[in-house]
Structures are given as structure tokens and as C-alpha cells.
């Protein structure tokens, strides 16, 4: 297969998965702040906001047959890549002492329906 349409592909059913993820969050009572927020080379998919603080949220879309979770590609070095994005954010946009949480959020396509895994709290980075 043409690299270029997969990839193509791929990143539809990521654009996807981010707006349901969007729509899951906002009936949740969250505010949208960023969607796609980049920090010189590092980005955070959606930066949202509840009554409790501000929300880091990685989503992975997958479509079936998935082999593992997609929220374990999440790991130590992309949470230390998301941890500095939001550093940066914060000091950006002004932020003094706001509580942070660092969610993921899974979506998995598997063409009768959409299933949405939603990790608050998914891990607790360590800024240096």
C-alpha cells in the first residue's frame, strides 16, 4: 500500500478520534482551550478545562483489530515530551499556581461502532 495514502488515513481517524474525544469532553463540562497546541517541536492534542484545573489530554485512535491498548504507546518519554509542552504552556498563557492533570484518551473504530477509553489521571509527570 502507497505510504502516503495510509498515512493519509491515519491521520483522518486521528483528527476523528480528537473531535469525539473533544465532544466527550465538553459534555463532561469541560472548556476546550487548544486543540493541536505546539510548543516549538512538541504538541499536545486537546488542553482543556474543568472546575478542577487545567487537562492535558494524549488521545491514540485506533482502528480494530487492535493489538494492544492504544494508551500504552503513551509512554515515559512521549508523558516527558507532553510534561514539557505544558510547562511551556502554562508559562505562555500566564498561568500562577493551576492543578494539572494529565489524562489520555483512547478511541477505538471498529466499524459498528466507537469506543472511547477515557484515562483522567492517566500518570503524573516529573518536571525537571
Not at 507532553?82 to 499556581?97: N, T, V
Not at 484515562?119 to 509527570?125: G, H, K, M, R, T
Given at each position: 500500500?502507497?505510504?502516503?495514502?495510509?498515512?493519509?488515513?491515519?491521520?483522518k481517524v486521528g483528527r476523528h478520534g480528537e473531535d469525539l474525544v473533544c465532544r466527550y469532553l465538553m459534555d463532561a463540562g469541560h472548556t476546550i482551550l487548544e486543540?493541536?497546541?505546539?510548543?516549538g517541536h512538541l504538541e499536545i492534542d486537546i488542553?482543556?478545562?474543568?472546575?478542577?484545573?487545567?487537562h492535558f489530554v494524549e488521545v491514540k485512535s485506533r482502528r480494530t483489530p487492535v493489538q494492544a491498548d492504544p494508551a500504552e504507546s503513551v509512554n515515559a518519554a512521549k508523558q516527558k515530551r507532553?510534561?514539557?509542552?505544558?510547562?511551556?504552556?502554562?508559562?505562555?498563557?500566564?498561568?500562577?499556581?493551576v492543578e494539572c492533570?494529565?489524562?489520555?484518551a483512547?478511541?477505538?473504530f471498529d466499524g459498528k461502532g466507537t469506543e472511547i477509553r477515557y484515562?483522567?489521571?492517566?500518570?503524573?509527570?516529573m518536571f525537571v
Open positions: 500500500m502507497d505510504d502516503r495514502k495510509d498515512k493519509g488515513r491515519e491521520g486543540r493541536n497546541w505546539r510548543y488542553i482543556s478545562m474543568d472546575g478542577n484545573g487545567i507532553i510534561a514539557a509542552a505544558a510547562s511551556g504552556y502554562l508559562r505562555q498563557k500566564g498561568f500562577g499556581e492533570f494529565f489524562d489520555v483512547a478511541v477505538i484515562c483522567p489521571q492517566a500518570y503524573i509527570p
